[in-house]
T-cell receptor, first 110, second 116 residues
Framework: RKEVEQDPGPFNVPEGATVAFNCTYS??????FFWYRQDCRKEPKLLMS???SGNEDGRFTAQLNRASQYISLLIRDSKLSDSATYLC???????????FGTGTSLTVIP | DAGVIQSPRHEVTEMGQEVTLRCKPI?????LFWYRQTMMRGLELLIY????????DSGMPEDRFSAKMPNASFSTLKIQPSEPRDSAVYFC??????????????FGSGTQLSVL
């Protein structure tokens, strides 16, 4: 079983729409959670960390559900510039290993 | 800071040849990671180092792959002999020894490897 699983999409949404991605992880001992963004032919970059109580950064909201072992990312008022692949990342404190999901592709359509 | 620097950006080689990928982490970072990315498998962790010491190489596909970190500012990933199925983008990333939400990985621009 993979450490981190995501729906690959693609998600094609119109500008202004709200879109949500989910991700599940298998290791209940996982301690840290993140969403990374990867543009086509570029390196992944940190979008936001995911805190236990949930957190918001502008149009982006991240949630963590430890009981069900899933993480979500909500994007409100989608912009064309949000088009990218969103990677769910989970880290265990034992060894500082970062496990990446395969990513969810988002295309925002004019 | 210039960020994580990888070279070369692109590498095209023939099957059976030796390939060496290079990485310079961000100064002061004590963790260095090598990832491989393909469409089918996404980002796979190959190996990571802490303070120049390899900690976990269980992701290295086979003996053809080897990685070294002779000092805090340089690491190499070598494939010998290379095979077409090694074609992928290879990313190097570095980070600090923190835990919790303040952890962050900084990626290099990657090396696009094509083995013909």
């Amino acid at each position: 079983r993979k450490e981190v699983e995501q729906d690959p999409g693609p998600f094609n949404v119109p500008e202004g729409a709200t879109v949500a991605f989910n991700c599940t992880y298998s290791n209940s001992a996982s301690q840290s959670f993140f969403w990374y963004r990867q543009d086509c032919r570029k390196e992944p970059k940190l979008l936001m960390s995911v805190y236990s109580s949930g957190n918001e950064d502008g149009r982006f909201t991240a949630q963590l559900n430890r009981a069900s072992q899933y993480i979500s990312l909500l994007i409100r008022d989608s912009k064309l510039s949000d088009s990218a692949t969103y990677l769910c990342v989970v880290s265990t404190n034992t060894g500082n290993q970062f496990y990446f999901g395969t990513g969810t592709s988002l295309t925002v359509i004019p | 800071d210039a960020g994580v620097i990888q070279s070369p950006r692109h590498e095209v080689t023939e099957m059976g040849q030796e390939v060496t990928l290079r990485c310079k982490p961000i100064s002061g970072h004590d963790y260095l990671f090598w990832y491989r990315q393909t469409m089918m498998r996404g980002l796979e962790l190959l190996i990571y180092f802490n303070n120049n010491v390899p900690i976990d190489d269980s992701g290295m596909p086979e003996d053809r792959f080897s990685a070294k970190m002779p000092n805090a500012s340089f690491s190499t990933l070598k494939i010998q002999p290379s095979e077409p199925r090694d074609s992928a983008v290879y990313f190097c990333a570095s980070g600090l020894a923190r835990t919790g939400p303040n952890e962050k990985l900084f990626f290099g621009s990657g090396t696009q490897l094509s083995v013909l």
